[in-house]
């Protein structure tokens, strides 16, 4: 009676705010199948609701105080560096997946297009990384001899044009976008028809882009048709997918439907980096002289001496400049993606604002650290104090909902990474900004953005029919997946098993196995998986969806 093949279709940003009305005009049919057949509700992602850390707590099972991944990029806490534009990779990831539990019980995997798995992971089959995969010449799949095969059936990787071509030309944006999963859901098909698989997943990603553009355009009046409906679209083309995968499915197979985050309107953008610098938490490095280098676009950089002096034809003089000065700080052009981190001056800054949180300036894990950890609690104490007053300035409302503690939202050795801070902003109609924004502290954005409340569908044999799932989790869906195949679930995973999903008969004749921890992994070494060019390319994609500042 256990599940012998799995099939998981995760629906990126999906959310029931959109579903549930679209499955009421009669528009979603499949999805509105799963939801009758078999259980479904929210699925709280995880802290932040960012897609690569819920995709790498999914996988794992995990949380960010274990697998690492707390947003697109990883800090190292070497403030001298551009700490906060290191791009993660399937490397970064510090614990075993489900893909290699499932790979050591022999199933035989078919994976598409999951975020944060760049470069492939080399597994029981054939997995096409998903989101930050570079291009088509990158090593996005696994075997390695079946790359061509996928990019000659017109496979291309999830990238988003960025910004500029959206503001150039929307309706093309939207064109590629659409085109690209397209082209990902042919090659998919053909895949599941031709290779054998126990545990198949793709990933819908065209939900998420389209929300975060069009959100506030849904069916608004006066907008141009295509950009009204483009939301409703990308929901109706992927019930539609969900209905040509489902004909791979029998009796037996368990079918998750899962998004990583949920959606909803965004109002107002914050530089917190700012408020820190207004609350005097963070300090810069003379200020009116940077608000005239940024202007320029200029900012100082160190240029080795020798080659400035070669550069004006007397490199020999070098020979007679002391050694301790072998930089000399010149204003040179910044590139767009440069950190905006470069400005402060971090031996009179507390506090910096990072990855949808705030960090202390701590003495002994950031480089240029000042706080004593005897001094941390008081200093942290102060800025939930200001938090806690920080208002809307036009509807004089505060905007901070909750405020979360590092020590009591992430657990494991890579705690530290995470920020020591983090909140919700009042029905998240805020969105935190790393940028220095001096002039002001809010500027207008009217987007979509994410939600902690993501959605599950789960049918199949096992499974109970049209019942309501409370309290589950985006960590609990690996041991759920571990559960009903009949294996033991890890100690190392944090997520639960949603066993009121079950079918009181599957629950009696096989009750949950927790095994202790301390299973064998070897992570791999994190290694810059990216070139320059790539980076950049990458970054500028991720901009224009309001990731990176
Ligand atoms: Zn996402």
Redesign the pocket.
């Known amino acids: 009676m256990k599940t012998k093949k799995v099939m998981v279709i995760g629906i ?2 999906g959310t029931f705010a959109v579903i549930l009305p679209l499955i009421k005009k009669g528009k979603l049919p499949h999805l509105a199948k799963l939801i009758n057949t078999g259980a479904w509700g929210e699925l709280k992602s995880s802290i932040p609701p ?2 690569p850390p ?1 995709w790498v707590s999914f996988m794992t099972g995990q949380g960010p105080g274990k697998h690492g991944i707390y947003n697109f990029t990883s800090h190292t806490f070497d403030l001298t560096q551009e700490f906060d534009r290191n791009l993660v990779s399937s490397k970064s990831i510090k614990t075993q997946t489900l893909w290699h539990i499932l790979g050591d019980q022999g199933k035989k995997m078919l994976l598409v297009n999951i ?1 944060t798995t760049y470069p492939a992971f080399k597994i029981n089959g054939i997995m096409i990384s998903g989101l930050l995969a570079p291009d088509e010449s990158s090593d996005f799949v696994y075997p390695e001899d079946m790359k061509q095969k996928i990019v000659g059936m017109g496979y291309r990787v999830d990238r988003t044009p960025n910004i500029h071509e959206v503001l150039k030309n929307r309706k093309l944006w939207l064109e590629r976008i659409f085109d690209t999963d397209e082209r990902r859901h042919n090659v998919t098909l053909q895949l599941l028809g031709k290779y054998p698989w126990d545990v198949f997943m793709v990933v819908y990603s065209v939900t ?1 882009r389209v929300s975060h553009l069009f959100w506030h355009e849904q069916n608004a009046p006066g907008v141009d048709e295509e950009f009204a409906s483009a939301v409703e679209r990308a929901y109706v083309r992927v019930d539609e997918r969900i209905g040509d995968l489902l004909k791979f499915t029998d009796e037996e197979t368990l079918v998750f439907v899962m998004s ?2 949920g959606f909803g309107p965004n109002e107002e953008s914050i530089s917190m980096n700012k408020w820190l610098y207004d609350e005097g938490f963070l300090r810069l490095k003379k200020p009116e002289c940077f608000s005239f280098l940024r202007r320029l676009k200029l900012h100082k950089k160190k240029i080795p001496v020798e080659r400035i002096l070669q550069r004006f034809g007397v490199g020999s003089l070098s020979r007679i400049i002391p050694q301790k000065i072998n930089t000399f700080p010149v204003p040179v052009l910044r590139g767009t993606n440069e950190s905006p981190f470069y400005l402060v001056d971090w031996q009179n800054t507390v506090a910096y604002a990072h990855n949808w949180g705030i960090y202390i300036n701590q003495k002994g894990r950031e480089n240029l650290g000042i706080v004593n950890s005897s001094d941390y609690h008081d200093v942290r104490g102060k800025i939930i104090t200001r938090l806690k007053e920080l208002r809307d300035p036009v509807s004089g409302k505060k905007i901070i909902d909750e405020i979360f503690l590092n020590e009591k939202i992430y657990q494991g050795p890579l705690a530290k990474y995470g920020p020591d801070l983090m909140y919700s902003f009042r029905d998240f109609l805020y969105l935190q900004n790393n940028a220095f924004h001096f002039k002001q502290l809010f500027t207008a954005n009217k987007e979509g953005s ?1 939600r902690m409340e993501g959605l599950c569908m789960v049918s199949g044999k096992v499974i109970k029919k049209g019942i309501h799932i409370r309290g589950a989790e985006i960590i609990d869906i690996a041991p759920t997946l571990l559960h009903s195949m009949g294996y033991p679930i890890p100690g190392e995973m944090d997520g639960k098993v949603l066993t009121d999903i079950f079918e009181d008969t599957f629950l009696k004749d096989n009750p949950p196995e927790f095994e202790k921890a301390g299973r064998e992994y070897q992570a791999e070494v994190e290694t810059d998986v990216f070139n320059d060019e790539e980076r950049q390319k990458i970054m500028a994609d991720l901009r224009g969806l309001g990731y990176l500042d």
Do not use: K, L, S
């Open positions: 990126d940003g960012v897609t819920a975020p998420d990583d985050h994410h």
